[in-house]
């Protein structure tokens, strides 16, 4: 595991040091610290030249900051107007009730997380929602299903490969 000055610096090398690379680089940050410190918001805005407060907000906006005790993966569903005309709430329902947790909970196994996140910029592809750093799109209960089962799967393999 890289220190996270080190490792916001290869971030910045890989995604640039634009604007748009506060997201990308903000999940690569939480995916290895698991949570994302004062000193890493700081240490960002150093490496993009932005004031602290816009990784801050950025980082607030997309529900960032919401870190407790987080699962493996780490679902942010959009509730952004036009997600939400799409059908978003069904969605959200349907991951409900498979992983038998609410917003903001984990389930106990510590795989999932459920959070809400404002928009991910994929309107034309309403419903959309992150898991870690992979966006899916025009979701349907069906195709959630599917995908999370994809998810739990993957747990599994993980662990025979273990064994
Ligand atoms: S409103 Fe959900 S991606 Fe834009």
Redesign the pocket.
Known sequence: MKPVNELIKSLADRYGRERSSLLPILQGVVEQEKYLSEYSMVEIARELDLPATEVYGTATFYSFLEYKKMGRYIIRL?K????AMKGENQILLTIQEMLKIKLGETTPDGLFSLLHTN?????HK???MLINNDVYTELTPEKVREILTGYMNRKEEQEENVN
Request: net charge neutral; glycine share 8%; proline share 8%.
């Open positions: 959009c952004t107007i036009t997600c928009c991910l910029g994929f309107c309403a419903p959309a």
